[in-house]
């Protein structure tokens, strides 16, 4: 089959690779239906993450099943699936914690690589999440977005505890920020305060349900943020591009007794813990335990409740996924969908 493979910062190749097989007797092999490219495939693509050799890429998918190993019990071929960036059991006591992202038995699918033809998916019967029939085909930007980038914004909306009464500020605005307005919105927040200085970004992101749009950034962002929230700062705040600037932002964004989620993966962050200490605010994040929410979100995009796949931009046969990766580098495009 054909797939990703990043040889070294900046070489993307599509190229043959093993056909997946069923390894372990809970796995499945999907046909990939869609993929994309995220963008914390930037940081191995820029060399901010170091590579050992080439790595098959991608890590969203979704897809019809065509195998399952013999211990599969809920998940049968032919099923449409959605699963997120872990595989996870759904069983083990942090899994039903409702942190599948950190399960005993998780396998990050970015070291499978789903920007491809087929993929194994581990822990089937956990990870996989099957739609109700086989999905119009407008839908399937949509519940590719699941996957990853809406899964990982409405977990950044609920660490914040973004809801009814609450203004909520969200710091990034690449596809994760986006979804991340959208999810504050269907969570009841009043007021949503979407950082962006790109004019398309803004766009989607008052359609997502943004209220105000603050181009403002550093501490001027910050002050811009009190300012709209009578001095006292945002009551959530969503961060998600995982630098210092907008770490730091982020914090000093949220009101005294605020919360902020942290989604944006990490990336050379240290935050003073004499700052945080008189900051009083809550702080959750980490990679986002989508498996979660995805029976809520397939529900919510199955019922046109929210269209999440506006976050794609730009649609692309896996063979240019070259230019993908070039064009969410260059900011030329806000998510790429790859089609197999
Ligand atoms: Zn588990």
Redesign the pocket.
Known sequence: MRGVVLHTPGDVQVEERPDPMIIEPTDAIIRVTAACVCGSDLWPYRGVEKLDGPVPMGHEYVGVVEEVGSEVTTIKPGQFVVGSFWA?????E??RSGY?SA????VLMGTIGTQAERARIPLAD?TLVATPGMPDADLIPSLLAASDVLGTGWFGAVAAQAGPGKTVAVVGDGAVGLCAVLAAKQLGAERILAMSRHAPRQELARQFGATDVVTERGDEGVARIKELTGGLGAHSVVEAVGTQESMTQAVRSTRPGGHMGFVGVSHDVSLPGDELFFSLVHLHGGPAPVREYLPKLIELIANREIDPGKVFDLTLPLAQAAEGYRAMDERRAIKVLLTP
């Open positions: 996870s059991d759904n069983t083990c942090t899994c599948q399960c005993v038995h998780r956990g």
